[in-house]
């Protein structure tokens, strides 16, 4: 059993940073971020493997998010630059036991989520 708690959302100016954290208790593997707009589906928005050596994001992220994670700790981080208003959305930490290619691109059900964090970003 996993359980993950993020944390770090909040309210920024477009254009700004914001860093998002996920603790998680129990062994994780592929470890991935999700976000849920309102009125919209949950989507993708990056990934990284258990050593770290391996990330993906989704396109609308890249060159703007980058995910990093302490082992030491049991923490993903999401580190997220030049904000847009579109970027708004809960965000969800995810485990999952699969080092696959489709789950390192959320192609999968992850098995573990945490509860969400709000960021929403101003024009």
């Known amino acids: 059993q996993v359980q993950l708690v993020e944390s770090g959302g909040g309210l920024v100016q477009a254009g700004g940073s914001l860093r998002l954290s996920c603790a998680a208790s129990?062994?994780?593997?592929?470890m991935g971020w999700f976000r849920q707009a309102p009125g919209k589906e949950r989507d993708f928005v990056a990934a990284?493997?258990?050593?770290?050596?391996?990330?993906y994001y989704a396109d609308s992220v890249k060159g703007r998010f980058t995910i990093s994670r302490d082992n030491a700790k049991n923490t993903v981080y999401l580190q997220m630059n030049s904000l847009k208003p579109e970027d708004t959305a809960v965000y969800y930490c995810?485990?999952?036991?699969?080092?696959?290619?489709?789950?390192?691109?959320?192609?999968?059900?992850?098995?573990?989520w945490g509860q969400g964090t709000q960021v929403t970003v101003s024009s």
């Open positions: 995810a485990s999952d036991s699969r080092i696959t290619l489709a789950a390192m691109r959320g192609l999968v059900d992850y098995e573990y």
């Open positions: 129990g062994r994780t593997y592929t």
């Open positions: 990284i493997t258990w050593s770290g050596g391996v990330t």
